[in-house]
């Protein structure tokens, strides 16, 4: 069933799990999500970010849609890193149960201006936002932000971020960064806990591929309430893929097959490990 993201974070910050939103690109990643989290009983989210949504226009947004309602379990659809208004106004007309508003790129007085129209222009149709504050190293897509243009999240200025614009999640930096590459294991904890102890809303954690287990758990013992996953998935899509391309004449179900299963294994642990396997049985 398709849910809202602000029940999904509710029930999880609630019930001292956290709601896995996995990156995905086609039919096959939206299949491995929805197949992953009904295996595990668990809630979760298909999350598109905006070079997915340029390649796959409406008709994979709308595919993933009713992935998500087909599931036994509840699932949302982010829109994950609308960095302008004209996306975010597109990602609202298709019909995304969430939104991330991302103006980490802006001054901080830009930031929240963009983050607190685009709230209020969400809210207008019921759609939850996540803003964020910090600046995130690493690659996402076509959003590439080298180590020394990094900044960590400051506690105070969340709290007056997340009163000003109100939005309904905050994507924290505390030394995560996206994709696979360097050390994804460097989160300060400490932190964590201080901008846990500034701010109301629900905790989103990015780059979580590459983030060890014990790492994960303390993150959502201090707070950590969503977790985005993309490099992992992609890396095991891939992998499975040109695996598959030496079978001569390549059997192109198949091959789309077993990139869905490996997809969806890496899913299943994620979810376990993220401790949402098993609470589904409530929501529904
Ligand atoms: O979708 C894009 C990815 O997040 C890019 O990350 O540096 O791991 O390829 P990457
Ligand atoms: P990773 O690719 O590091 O898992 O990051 C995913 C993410 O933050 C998507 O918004
Ligand atoms: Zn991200």
Known sequence: MLAAMTDLLAEAKAGGFAVGSFNVYNLEGALAVVEAAERTRSPAAIQLHSPAVKSGGPPLVALCLAAARGANVPMAVHFDHGSSVGEIEEAL????????????????????????????????????????????????????????????????????????????????????????????????????????????????????????????????????????????????????????LHSQPPDLAELMRSATVAVRDVVSNKLRIFRSSGRAGGMV
């Open 93 to 244: 007309a298709i019909g995304f149960t969430s939104i991330m508003a991302d103006g980490s790129r802006l001054p901080y007085a830009e930031n929240v201006e963009f983050t607190k129209k685009m709230t209020t222009l969400a809210h207008s149709k019921k759609v939850a936002v996540e803003g964020e504050l910090g600046r995130l190293a690493g690659t996402e897509g076509d959003m590439v932000v080298p180590e020394s243009e990094g900044s960590m999240t400051d506690p105070d200025q969340a709290a007056s971020f997340v009163e000003q614009t109100g939005v309904d999640a905050l994507a924290v930096c505390i030394g995560n960064s996206h994709g696979r590459s360097g050390t994804k294991d460097r989160l300060d904890f400490g932190l964590l806990a201080r901008i846990r102890s500034a701010v109301v809303v629900p905790l989103v954690l990015h780059g979580a591929s590459g983030v060890s287990e014990p790492s994960i758990r303390r993150c959502i013992d201090l707070g950590v309430t969503k977790f985005n996953v993309n490099a992992e998935l992609r890396g095991a899509y891939v992998s499975a893929l040109s695996q598959g």
